[in-house]
């Protein structure tokens, strides 16, 4: 099998501490993050052979950071250098990426200023069988959606898989319609992962909240289902439909579990995994994603593929920092726990 390529923005995340105490120790920890990168980071700390494709400005930040991501066990092949500057946002440490207290400095960045005909994709494609970006890229502007559209024709033409994750951020969309950019996108996918409520903010899909009982798993389950079925329907290319819920139990707990659908009419969910504490809510969905690209990509039974996904994404919560450091022992074992 060929390399697993992502693409998408290389970000470098500031986490201040709350309350202005970052100022009064004149330090603040910085993550390598972006969604995608995230991704690639499990994959290669799995063992998966692995490539990112990112856009970077030509200095020495840039050639430290290249050197980070080789160490991470990620090709940087695919990597292109134009434009002066790196994304960063800034998030309070605890918080969550949909929080509305992130604040994004992204405009203008080499990856934001790519455009349609810069990027070889032939080049970049060589000897990959599976293809892999988020919806935050083409939210960035209607010339990164362009640059999508192109990699993903590019790699429709090779047969190569391709997956996405509907991550949602209103606030790069700025007012611009997604079901738009995203109906088109998504017709060259064969993996859609996402959630009922992101299905239906970027791809349209109903979301019937009223008929769903809080109280009930059950009924989120069956609105999964439900949702799988319309997207499978939608997107006629989609083999395989993904949706995880999560939800804050008190202050600082999690509950969590997934469901996969595939085009085989088998629907399946994970167990629930519950912790009192969570340490970085950042990347779980990251994780989640590279789980069930793994999964799908070695051809495991989906059973497994779904438990595994979900038990990754809930080992991410007790981690700092934007990637998962988890190995596949500790990811199998919990799995195995919570069965």
Known sequence: MGKILCFGELLLRLSPSANGGWLKTHSMPVYLGGAELNVATALGKWGAPVSYCTALPDNYLS?????????????????????????????????DVKNSGVIYDRDYSSFAELKRGMLNWDLILKDVSWFHFSAISPALNASIAEVCREGLEAASKKNITISVDLNHRPKLWKGRNPHDVMAVLGQYCDV???????????????????????????????????????????????????????????????????????????????????????????????????GLILGLYKHWPEEEIIQFAAAAAFGKFMEAGDATGQDLATIHARAIQYA
């Open 63 to 95: 050639a430290d950071v290249a050197e980070a991501i080789r160490e991470k066990n990620i090709s940087t092949e695919a990597l292109f250098y134009s434009g002066n500057r790196v994304g960063t946002y800034f998030l309070a440490q605890g918080s």
């Open 192 to 290: 859609i992962m996402g959630n009922i409520w992101s299905a239906h903010q970027l791809l349209g899909i109903p979301l019937h909240d009223g008929r769903i009982d809080p109280s009930r798993r059950e009924s989120y389950l069956e609105h999964a289902k439900q949702t799988s079925l319309l997207i499978l329907k939608k997107f006629s290319r989609c083999k395989t439909v993904a949706n995880t819920f999560r939800f804050d139990q008190g202050e600082k707990g999690i509950r969590y579990y997934a469901t996969l659908y595939s085009e085989g009419h088998h629907f399946l969910s994970s167990s629930v995994f519950e912790a009192d504490t969570v340490v970085d809510k950042v990347g779980t969905g990251d994780c989640f994603m590279a």
